[in-house]
T-cell receptor, first 113, second 111 residues
Framework: DAKTTQPPSMDCAEGRAANLPCNHSTISGNEYVYWYRQIHSQGPQYIIHGLKNNETNEMASLIITEDRKSSTLILPHATLRDTAVYYC??????????????FGTGTQLKVEL | DGGITQSPKYLFRKEGQNVTLSCEQNLNHDAMYWYRQDPGQGLRLIYYSQIVNDFQKGDIAEGYSVSREKKESFPLTVTSAQKNPTAFYLCAAGRGGETQYFGPGTRLLVL
């Protein structure tokens, strides 16, 4: 499974963009990058995913470098409710079609006034 | 979450006791998964099932068992063989190789 490296913590001022980096230098050509977040004692919430092109949805943007060895999740206008642990994951396809998400320890994002 | 329910929210287990955690989904997804999360750690895969009546071990299956008799249900039993069962248990469902969606979790505590 491709491993990911994220900073353990980051701070962001409310209303500012939060840029969360992730390194995945061993990613294979057909492996997707997924981002989830987890608010304390809740199940992880899906945010966004991508293969090689940049992606945007109502929650965030995902920027993947051309060599696919790293990516950045962007929350354009962070709010206090975005305080959570953010996980960057490389999805591993299982034999038979399912997929495996290997969660590391993630980045604790703290949004402050 | 949203379409995936887990019960109970908290569960207490006595020494030597088997306990079963419930996971139900109404998303009509084929694949379902069980993960375990320890404090300050990421999630680790226990078991997964891609179709009814079939399931495979994940990375930490020892001391756990599952069944998949119905598409919408994937219960997890924590057996007495699991010596360190205290953790947060998360169930997920997904359409084949696509995005997994998680339930709210069950916290298991040992008395």
């Amino acid at each position: 499974d491709a491993k990911t490296t994220q900073p353990p913590s980051m701070d962001c001022a409310e209303g500012r963009a939060a840029n969360l980096p992730c390194n995945h230098s061993t990613i294979s050509g057909n492996e997707y990058v997924y981002w989830y977040r987890q608010i304390h004692s809740q199940g992880p919430q899906y945010i966004i995913h991508g293969l090689k092109n940049n992606e945007t949805n109502e929650m965030a943007s995902l920027i993947i470098t051309e060599d696919r060895k790293s990516s950045t999740l962007i929350l354009p206008h962070a709010t206090l409710r975005d305080t959570a642990v953010y996980y960057c994951i490389v999805r591993f396809i299982l034999t038979g079609g399912g997929n495996k998400l290997t969660f590391g320890t993630g980045t604790q994002l703290k949004v402050e006034l | 979450d949203g379409g995936i329910t887990q019960s109970p929210k908290y569960l207490f287990r006595k020494e030597g006791q088997n306990v079963t955690l419930s996971c139900e989904q109404n998303l009509n997804h084929d694949a379902m998964y069980w993960y375990r999360q320890d404090p300050g750690q990421g999630l680790r895969l226990i078991y997964y099932s891609q179709i009814v009546n079939d399931f495979q071990k994940g990375d930490i299956a020892e001391g756990y068992s599952v069944s998949r008799e119905k598409k919408e249900s994937f219960p997890l039993t924590v057996t007495s063989a699991q010596k360190n069962p205290t953790a947060f248990y998360l169930c997920a469902a997904g359409r084949g190789g696509e995005t997994q969606y998680f339930g709210p979790g069950t916290r298991l505590l040992v008395l």
